[in-house]
Structures are given as C-alpha cells and as structure tokens.
T-cell receptor, first 117, second 114 residues
Framework: AQSVTQLDSHVSVSEGTPVLLRCNYS??????LFWYVQHPNKGLQLLLK??????LVKGINGFEAEFKKSETSFHLTKPSAHMSDAAEYFC???????????????FGQGTILTVHP | DVKVTQSSRYLVKRTGEKVFLECVQD?????MFWYRQDPGLGLRLIYF???????EKGDIPEGYSVSREKKERFSLILESASTNQTSMYLC?????????????FGDGTRLSIL
C-alpha cells in the first residue's frame, strides 16, 4: 500500500521569500512521485515528477523537489515566491513502478500556499 | 495543446435524479479517471478505465457507475443522486505504463445535489 502525508495544510510566505512545502511518502515499491498544483476553479496541473532518475527534480515556474529515500521525503521548494504561486499543491505517489500498472495515483490532502505582497 | 474537457463547470440536481458527468480527452490516452475532491480530503479515486469498455473500482465507488464506449470519452453516472454526493468532480487521463502517473486533468464539475 502507498500513502502520502503533506505536513502542512496551510503555508503563508511573503513575495520574494523562499517556499517550502513538505511531503512524506510510504510505498512498497520504488515510487514515482509528483507534485501537482491547482489554481482556484481550475483542474490540476503537473509541476514536476520523480521517476528514479536524478534525485533533484526541476519543474515548471522555478519549482524543484528533492527525493530523499532515507527520509522518505519529497519536499517542494522555490527560491523566491511570486504572487501567482498562490494555489493548492498536492504531493502524489503513483503505482506505475515497472511500467505494468495503470498509473493509479494516491494524493496527499493538499497544502494551500498564500503569498503576501 | 492537450485537453481534457468536462461537459459542465457547474451543475445543480435534485435528490434521487440520475446524473451524468461527461469527460472527453483528445490525447489518445488509454487511461481515464474520475475523482471527487472535498476540502481537507484531497482527491479520491471513484473509478478508472484502462481501455474501451473496461473499468475498475477506485477507493470510493459506492453510488457511482461509469461508461467508456469510446476511447476518448469517459462518463460518470450517479444512479440516484444524494446530498452527500455534492462535491467537485475531476476527470483525468494518461498513457498506460511508465510515466502513466503524469495525468492531465479537466477543470472540474462542481455538482450540487439539493
């Protein structure tokens, strides 16, 4: 079984300061991990994905995440927050290890990021 | 640009009605998914389909059914709507196999059952 825990339900930062959204996972397999973002009244958009290549993954809009197997973590970071980053972020684990599955995703509960001017 | 289109953004129905939510994708994806999203609970998988006419139950299938007669279209059916099915419903699609976790989402249907 696989699961994801997002450690903060809300994170508030000032524009121009760093962003850290924390995620821990549990998986029986070597996991595929993702971060998705959801802006208000929109669907989810893929930010970045880890699929057992480089442990530091770069995504869109300046976001990156580091896979740490020893800590079972996949935290999302950005050096400098922008007002447009305000959204809800989901950490996600997939069962598509080995390429034989149907890509079922298990979602964390979400972290709402607020950016203050 | 890739696109997943859900037929309605907002829908209001009455208790006991049969409700159809439609989803169409233009990416020739094998997999299609229906989720519901509720505050504090993240997204929960209702049903998914990995091929035409194939379907698998997700984590919360009770009270729902699905239909996939064509590869590009995946319908969610609420057989007899109840107030606890008021929610945001999201459709997604993906390729099968490695990388299938990269799903593409529609903008959602906000369904209210009165």
């Amino acid at each position: 079984a696989q699961s994801v825990t997002q450690l903060d339900s809300h994170v508030s930062v000032s524009e121009g300061t760093p962003v850290l959204l924390r995620c821990n996972y549990s998986s029986s397999y070597s996991p595929s991990l993702f971060w998705y973002v959801q802006h208000p009244n929109k669907g989810l958009q893929l930010l970045l994905k880890y699929t057992s290549a480089a442990t530091l993954v770069k995504g869109i809009n300046g976001f990156e995440a580091e896979f740490k197997k020893s800590e079972t973590s996949f935290h999302l970071t950005k050096p400098s927050a922008h007002m447009s980053d305000a959204a809800e972020y989901f950490c996600v684990v997939s069962d598509d290890a080995g390429g034989t599955s149907y890509g079922k995703l298990t979602f964390g509960q979400g972290t709402i990021l607020t950016v203050h001017p | 640009d890739v696109k997943v289109t859900q037929s309605s953004r907002y829908l209001v129905k009455r208790t006991g009605e049969k409700v159809f939510l439609e989803c169409v994708q233009d990416m020739d994806h094998e997999n299609m998914f229906w989720y519901r999203q509720d505050p504090g609970l993240g997204l929960r998988l209702i049903y998914f389909s990995y091929d035409v006419k194939m379907k698998e139950k997700g984590d919360i299938p009770e009270g729902y059914s699905v239909s996939r007669e064509k590869k590009e279209r995946f319908s969610l059916i609420l057989e007899s709507a109840s107030t606890n099915q008021t929610s945001m419903y999201l459709c997604a699609s993906s390729f099968r196999g490695v990388g299938s976790g990269a799903q593409h989402f529609g903008d959602g249907t906000r369904l209210s059952i009165l």
